[in-house]
């Protein structure tokens, strides 16, 4: 059975005084019965980590470089990150698809760098809105799943998130039928490559998540919770999203 996961990317914001959330979150929800799991900036990680650390808050990066160390000015590895207290790594988000020009290649690639420090990766896939309009969602998602994933991954190693580009930050959501075509299509090319494996990873759904339609999208088969952006960074907000979880 693959876990439930509410999972937070606070993306580039942030400073010390945003972890006065993570407080408020903590004393909102003080036993969640899902997975909860914030990936702050890097300079907030350790500090967020140890406010973290003996609740059920789970904490990870946004990305990690592919090498454990060595001369990659501005690069954070995944020992790293494990060092800092985190357990996840996001990798291949769109924006950093989008934005360092990563490839299929390059995700894989790092998502074996996280298992390396024995960490969860947490890898990305989903199409723009030129690939949705001209009816590829389904092709290039499985391409992506194909070049992203590494052999080796379980359900304790690996997360997959779905997040349609043209759904991120844009308040646009796919229709509940949308979602549930994709996450049935990742579900059984999981299960065919992965087997049993394939069955327990949890595949979240990101891109504009809120409280007002978290019921909704987590009552779609096969979505076992969802990684957010904007809503993630108020402890209010999260906090909803949480509870329409631990309602599913
Ligand atoms: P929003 O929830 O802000 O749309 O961002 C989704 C996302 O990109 C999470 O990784």
């Given at each position: 059975?693959?876990?439930?996961?509410?999972?937070?990317?606070?993306?580039?914001?942030?400073?010390?005084?945003?972890?006065?959330?993570?407080?408020?979150?903590?004393?909102?929800?003080?036993?969640?019965?899902?997975?909860?799991?914030i990936?702050?900036p890097?300079?907030?990680?350790?500090?967020?980590?140890?406010?973290t650390?003996?609740?059920?808050?789970a904490?990870?990066?946004?990305?990690?470089?592919?090498?454990s160390?060595?001369?990659?000015?501005?690069?954070?590895?995944?020992?790293m990150i494990?060092d800092?207290?985190?357990?996840?790594?996001?990798?291949g988000h769109?924006e950093?698809?989008?934005?360092h020009?990563?490839?299929?290649?390059?995700v894989?690639?790092?998502?074996?760098?996280?298992?390396?420090?024995?960490?969860?990766?947490?890898?990305?896939?989903?199409?723009?809105?030129a690939?949705?309009?001209?009816?590829?969602?389904?092709?290039?998602?499985?391409?992506?799943?194909?070049?992203?994933?590494p052999d080796?991954?379980?359900?304790a190693?690996?997360?997959?998130?779905?997040?349609?580009?043209?759904a991120?930050?844009?308040?646009?959501?796919?229709?509940?039928?949308?979602?549930?075509?994709?996450?049935?299509?990742?579900?059984?090319?999981?299960?065919?490559?992965f087997?049993?494996?394939?069955?327990?990873?949890?595949?979240?759904?990101?891109?504009?998540?809120?409280?007002?339609?978290?019921?909704d999208?987590?009552?779609v088969?096969?979505?076992?919770?969802?990684?957010?952006?904007g809503?993630s960074?108020?402890?209010?907000d999260?906090?909803?999203?949480?509870?329409?979880l631990?309602?599913?």
């Amino acid at each position: 059975m693959a876990r439930k996961l509410a999972a937070g990317n606070w993306k580039m914001n942030g400073t010390g005084e945003a972890l006065g959330e993570i407080d408020a979150l903590v004393a909102a929800h003080p036993a969640p019965i899902c997975d909860v799991l914030i990936c702050p900036p890097s300079t907030l990680l350790s500090r967020m980590s140890d406010r973290t650390n003996a609740t059920k808050i789970a904490t990870g990066g946004q990305d990690c470089h592919a090498n454990s160390n060595g001369a990659h000015t501005g690069d954070i590895s995944a020992q790293m990150i494990a060092d800092a207290g985190g357990s996840f790594v996001i990798v291949g988000h769109s924006e950093r698809r989008a934005d360092h020009g990563e490839t299929d290649a390059d995700v894989a690639t790092k998502a074996k760098a996280v298992w390396d420090a024995n960490l969860i990766a947490v890898i990305c896939v989903g199409e723009t809105l030129a690939e949705r309009e001209a009816g590829q969602t389904i092709d290039v998602v499985a391409g992506q799943l194909a070049g992203s994933i590494p052999d080796g991954a379980t359900g304790a190693n690996t997360v997959i998130a779905y997040e349609p580009v043209w759904a991120i930050g844009t308040g646009k959501v796919p229709t509940l039928d949308e979602i549930a075509a994709v996450h049935a299509d990742i579900r059984a090319r999981l299960s065919q490559r992965f087997g049993s494996h394939g069955t327990d990873m949890s595949i979240l759904y990101g891109g504009s998540v809120k409280p007002s339609n978290a019921d909704d999208i987590f009552a779609v088969p096969d979505v076992d919770g969802a990684l957010v952006g904007g809503a993630s960074l108020k402890a209010d907000d999260f906090g909803g999203i949480i509870s329409a979880l631990e309602r599913a």
